[in-house]
């Protein structure tokens, strides 16, 4: 069948329009075409969203036991995320090889806007930088509500599944780090008990400069450390820095 002239120039302006969508970033579409792909890779693989990893501590590296550990440089290579590649129990352990495990986490900015458009969260400012991590924690380890430890039971225990001393260690150990100035420290840490996830609050009246080529996320959890860059000039979403 011949298409007339008229025709052929809607189909083709339809065609260009589809294949501009599709060649975009996620990001960078109009938030109502985002398919289910689009925002998998937003929360799993974005400019906001880090696959890392946590590497074990390793004691021998120890120079003086009353100084926290300083996380060691594990880049943002997804390429060399992978040992081990079992469920993580939350113990320690090395791998076959014998060196210390790494365990595979995401590190997720979860205060920027297209962030909280692909979770369907409020899209109202926050009052903080929100950094959450996936994969340290395991899921159902801890309960839903903490308590502070301020008695030990008749025995001198204390309940191992009381999350406030994880959620006190992420406050301690957990920062973000800008060049040239004082690092921003937490606010307030929370722990989702069913899935593991950690979000981690940080004051915005600490600005984080736009000027920054890079700005740094530290933390630790037990014997693992986590160290992952975020590239400030990537983190655009229509074209404004989103944090």
């Known amino acids: 069948m011949k298409l007339n002239p008229g025709l052929r120039a809607v189909i083709g302006l339809i065609v260009l329009v589809a294949f501009g969508l599709a060649a975009k970033l996620p990001w960078e579409k109009p938030t109502e075409t985002w398919s289910a792909e689009d925002v998998a890779a937003i929360l799993n693989n974005s400019p906001w969203s880090i696959r890392a990893v946590a590497v074990m501590h390793d004691p021998r590296d120890d120079r003086d036991e009353d100084q926290p550990v300083a996380p060691p440089d594990t880049g943002n290579d997804t ?140 933390t630790h959890f037990g014997n693992l450390n986590v160290r992952v860059k975020f590239r400030v000039s990537t983190m655009k979403y229509h074209g404004a820095i989103e944090l």
């Open 79 to 218: 390429g060399k995320i992978g040992a081990p590649k079992t469920h993580w129990d939350g113990e320690i352990g090395r791998n076959r090889m014998g060196s210390l495990a790494t365990i595979p986490v995401t590190v997720r900015w979860e205060s920027a806007l297209p962030v909280r458009l692909a979770e369907k969260a409020s899209i109202t400012p926050l009052n903080s930088y929100v950094i959450s991590l996936v994969g340290i924690v395991p899921a159902n380890r801890y309960n839903a509500v903490g308590k502070a430890e301020t008695s030990s039971s008749s025995d001198g225990s204390v309940d191992p599944k009381n999350p406030e001393e994880v959620l006190e260690a992420f406050m301690a150990y957990s920062r973000i780090v800008q060049k040239g100035v004082r690092d921003i420290e937490p606010e307030d840490a929370k722990l989702d008990p069913s899935t593991g996830t950690v979000r981690i609050f940080f004051p915005r009246s600490r600005v984080i400069d736009p000027e920054q080529k890079e700005i740094l996320f530290v």
